[in-house]
């Protein structure tokens, strides 16, 4: 359902809108507020000079005169008294007696609805007093004052309101526009188009998302190219066996091929090796998904690098290769055992078997075991033809083998690699090649070392 209900940027506009209409009615409370208490203190301050001037006024008639006598007059001609439009002070004057002895407007007040009083001197002595009382007519200037200060706050309001909401809407669709096009993305993603991206057009976190779901989705598009690869690959790697089995059985039971000795062991070799196929792609698919079950106890691994050494060394011998250790006295690494035999004898048997390809003579690979730092070091060198730097690159890569190494029967299955790649790994271990072409090849396995107590 596809709504304004449903949708995100509606309701982040009108989430600015509220912002908008709650600032505008804060600002109006305080404005008006604030302007009420101002005016009220500016008329105020006003009133009370006009008042003290006619206080003076009165004090120097008083000393001039010695009475009060005519002092309505100068009451008459003040500007504080109550103007035409009902603005100014009720006025009275009482003499030291409190007798009034000179009034001006409001005839019908008595002297107590005065609220003020100021005292009148003459020649430092006091002869009266001036009461006052306001005529009403500051109270509408501050209404007709405050009346214009809220219309000018309202139409401030509506014109910030108005462009709260445009700018509302700006931003709400700028903020929802990548969050859409991720959700679009994720759509497709979740049907199988594992090629969709999402553009990226800011730095901001709405962009580092993009480029963080980008980089997920080129991940598991090269994840299931790579299952699509292995499935491929394991396929056409069982085949052949399968299909050499099913050949010499069928030439057997056709009475092709005698049912000797000798046929029958060409057909165990090619099980055996189809074994050793599916065996190779369990071990790399449960080290790939980290349910590798690892015996992790302290290694000697000078002691396991000779025990495979002295086990390749009739191979060795019967290829024409020289084998040659260098084992130092190292720490012990904890690790499993067995998967570091097994590491270990597919990089030996790897040299083993591109050693005598080189043009080097004689054909010679030598293990070497040290320690620097905290890190314990072995690695495998073999005078090869060696790689290119492509070559490098794809070396550890499931099924891959070099040129050279084509033939199934001598480049092995090509998940040797791959797995001792991913074994390594396992132990929080790294593997690197070196390699030249004409040069050989060398394989580096560094793994921490125990602490020393």
Known sequence: MNTLRTKLWPRVTIAFLFVALVGVALVAVLANRAASIGFARYLQTGELNTLQELQNDLGSFYAAQGDWSGANNLLRQSSAGPQGSGEGYFLRVLDSDGQVVAARGGQSRSVTDFDLELPLTANGQQ??????????????????????????????????????????????????????????????????????????????????????????????????????QLLADTAHDLRTPISIIRSHLEAMLDGVFPMTLENLAAIHEETLHLSRLVDDVRTLSLAETGQLHLEMKPVDMQTLAGQVVSAFAPLAEADGVRLESNL?????????????????????????????????????????????????????????????????????????????????????????????????EAHNGQISVHSAPGQGTRFIITFKAVPRL
């Open 328 to 424: 130092e006295n190292v720490r012990t690494i904890t690790a499993d055992e067995a998967r570091i035999h097994q590491v270990l004898a597919n990089l030996i048997s790897n040299a083993l078997r591109f050693a005598p390809l080189g043009e080097q003579e004689p054909p010679i690979v030598v293990v070497s075991l040290t320690e620097e730092m905290d890190r314990v070091m072995i690695s495998v060198t073999d005078n090869g033809p060696g790689l290119t730097a492509e070559q490098q690159l794809r070396v550890f890569d499931r099924f891959w083998r070099s040129d050279s190494a084509r033939d199934r029967q001598k480049g092995g299955s090509g998940l040797g690699l791959a797995i001792s790649k991913s074994i390594v």
């Open 127 to 228: 002869v009266g007093s001036l009461l006052a009382l306001s005529a009403g007519g500051s109270g509408r200037a501050g209404e007709q004052y405050l009346s214009a200060v809220n219309q000018a706050i309202i139409w401030a309001g509506l014109v910030a309101i108005v462009i709260a909401l445009f700018l509302g809407l700006l931003l709400a669709r700028r903020l929802t526009r990548p969050i859409s096009q991720m959700a679009q993305a994720t759509r497709a993603v979740a049907a199988g188009d594992l090629t969709k991206q999402v553009p990226v057009d800011s730095d901001d976190e709405l962009g580092q998302l993009a480029q963080d779901f980008n980089q997920m989705a080129r991940t598991l598009a090269l994840s299931e190219q790579q299952r699509r």
